[in-house]
């Protein structure tokens, strides 16, 4: 399993682009990026998933380098409402029955935006 | 549409105790997972199953057991509560990926349980 590094917490001001990386140095070929965000006493939500380049959504976008060593979480613009932990989670998308798939969260970066 | 549930929200054990967490979804997801988080931690997964009628472990699968029954809910099983599994407990659930190669495994999570064993 690819071990994810991230910074432990950012802070940023309303209206600023913030980007948060995630280092994966072990990340394997048939793994996949992808990033949650979760809010205190509520369980994680899905930000955007992506394998190479760069991924656009509604709300974020996601860059990796060539070497998909490392990912980069894109939000423009945040507001105080942005304010929450930020996971990178990598690890194969298929599972079978029997098959140690083991998710790891890692312990995620605290974003704070100020006003 | 609810989502993904969890039943109950708060609980507090006292050591050796049992008890089952409830998870249901009404998404028709394939995959269901259980995870604890500690405070000020990431996610750890305890176990998780691939359909109905199976299971496998995690990351952190000592002192729980599980069942999957029927493709909607995932139960979790503490039969001998310890002080160390005193966390809280999400449940997420996910679908299958349509196509080979194509990474859609987005998981859904319920609002959260919070155990806390005396």
Request: net charge positive; aromatic share 10%.
């Amino acid at each position: 399993l690819a071990k994810t590094t991230q910074p432990i917490s950012m802070d940023s001001y309303e209206g600023q682009e913030v980007n948060i990386t995630c280092s994966h140095n072990n990340i394997a070929t048939n793994d996949y990026i992808t990033w949650y965000q979760q809010f205190p006493s509520q369980g994680p939500r899905f930000i955007i998933q992506g394998y190479k380049t760069k991924v656009t959504n509604e709300v974020a976008s996601l860059f990796i380098p060539a070497d998909r060593k490392s990912s980069t979480l894109s939000l423009p613009r945040v507001s105080l409402s942005d304010t929450a932990v930020y996971y990178c989670l990598v690890g194969p998308y298929l599972i079978s029955s029997g098959s140690a798939r083991q998710l790891t969260f890692g312990s995620g970066t605290q974003l704070t935006v100020l006003p | 549409n609810a989502g993904v549930t969890q039943t109950p929200k708060f609980r507090v054990l006292k050591t050796g105790q049992s008890m089952t967490l409830l998870c249901a979804q009404d998404m028709n997801h394939e995959y269901m997972y259980w995870y604890r988080q500690d405070p000020g931690m990431g996610l750890r997964l305890i176990h998780y199953s691939v359909g109905e009628g199976t299971t496998a472990k995690g990351e952190v699968p000592d002192g729980y057991n599980v069942s999957r029954l029927k493709k909607q809910n995932f139960l979790l099983g503490l039969e001998s509560a310890a002080p160390s599994q005193t966390s809280v407990y999400f449940c997420a659930s996910s679908f299958i990926p349509l196509e080979s190669g194509q990474g859609k495994d987005t998981q859904y999570f319920g609002p959260g349980t919070r155990l806390t064993v005396l």
